[in-house]
C-alpha cells in the first residue's frame, strides 16, 4: 500500500495479524484461567509484547507522529482481545506529558471498553493517572466517575489518583473520592479503594492513618485490609480494631 494511503485502522489491523500470529496457546490458556471475567488472550507474555509495543512506536513516531499514534492505540483498544487492548496501552506509556484535555477524554472513553480489570489498570493506572498526577485539572472528571453505573469508572476513579498518592499529592481528592465510594459493593471498585488508601498510607502515613482512623467503622472490611497492608503490625493492629 502506498505511504498516503496508509491510515491508523491499517496499522491497528496489521499489529493485530502480529499479535495473533506471535502469540502462545498454552499461555493463553493459563491467562484466561487467572480471570474471573472472560476474556480472549493471544498467549504473550507482558515484557514481549511490551518490547514489540515500543518498536511500533519508534516507527509510528518517526514516520507519523503523535496524533496517529493516539488514534492508532484507539483502534486497538476495542473488543475483547486482552493483548490488543494492552498494545494500545504500550503504544502510549510514557508519552501522557505530550498529551492533553482532548486525549484525556478520548482515553477516558476508553473506560467504556473495558473488559476485565487488567485492561483497565493497565489504561487507567498507565496513562489516565499521570496525567491526573501532573494537571489536577482533571480531578472533576474523576470524580464525576465516582457516580457512574459502571463499576470500572467507579474503580477508575481510584486508580486515576494512585500516582498522585505516591508523591504525596492530592490527598483532598482521595479523601473526596474515598468518602463517595466507601459504601460501594462492588468488589472491584473495593479492592480499587483499598489499593488507593494503601497507596497514599506507604507514602504519607501522617495524613493517611488519622483518616483510617476516621472511617474504620463504616468502611468494607476488604479496603481496611488493603489500605494497611504496608503499615506498621501495631498501626494496623490498631486501624482494624473495630468498637
Known amino acids: 500500500m502506498p505511504a498516503s494511503k496508509v491510515t491508523p485502522r491499517y ?6 495479524r502480529v499479535l495473533k500470529d506471535g502469540g502462545s496457546a498454552p499461555h493463553s490458556a493459563e491467562v484466561q484461567w487467572f480471570f474471573k471475567e472472560q476474556v480472549r488472550s493471544r ?19 518517526t514516520e507519523r507522529g503523535l496524533l496517529f499514534l493516539v488514534q492508532v492505540a484507539d483502534g486497538l483498544f476495542t473488543g475483547r482481545v486482552l493483548e490488543e487492548k494492552v498494545f494500545g496501552v504500550f503504544l502510549l506509556e510514557g508519552l501522557t506529558g ?6 484525556f477524554k478520548l482515553l477516558a472513553s476508553w473506560l467504556d471498553r473495558v473488559s476485565s480489570w487488567a485492561d483497565h489498570d493497565g489504561l487507567v493506572h498507565s496513562l489516565l493517572s499521570p496525567m491526573v498526577c501532573a494537571d489536577a485539572k482533571y480531578c472533576p472528571e474523576v470524580f464525576r466517575w465516582t457516580k457512574s453505573k459502571n463499576r470500572w469508572r467507579r474503580r477508575a476513579a481510584c486508580v486515576a489518583l494512585i500516582r498522585g498518592a505516591r508523591v504525596k499529592k492530592l490527598f483532598p481528592e482521595i479523601v473526596r473520592t474515598s468518602q463517595t465510594l466507601l459504601s460501594d459493593e462492588d468488589d472491584m471498585v473495593q479492592k480499587g479503594l483499598g489499593w488507593l488508601l494503601r497507596e497514599a498510607a506507604k507514602y504519607d502515613a501522617r ?4 483518616y483510617l482512623m476516621k472511617i474504620r467503622e463504616r468502611a468494607p472490611r476488604l479496603v481496611l ?3 494497611c497492608e504496608t503499615l506498621p503490625a501495631e498501626t494496623k493492629k490498631k486501624i482494624l480494631a473495630r468498637n
Open 43 to 61: 498467549g504473550w507474555y507482558t515484557a514481549e509484547l511490551r518490547k514489540v509495543a515500543h518498536r511500533f512506536r519508534r516507527s509510528i513516531m
Open 11 to 16: 496499522i491497528a489491523d496489521h499489529i493485530r
Open 225 to 227: 485490609r488493603t489500605a
Open 207 to 210: 495524613k493517611t492513618v488519622p
Open 98 to 103: 505530550q498529551l492533553g484535555r482532548r486525549e
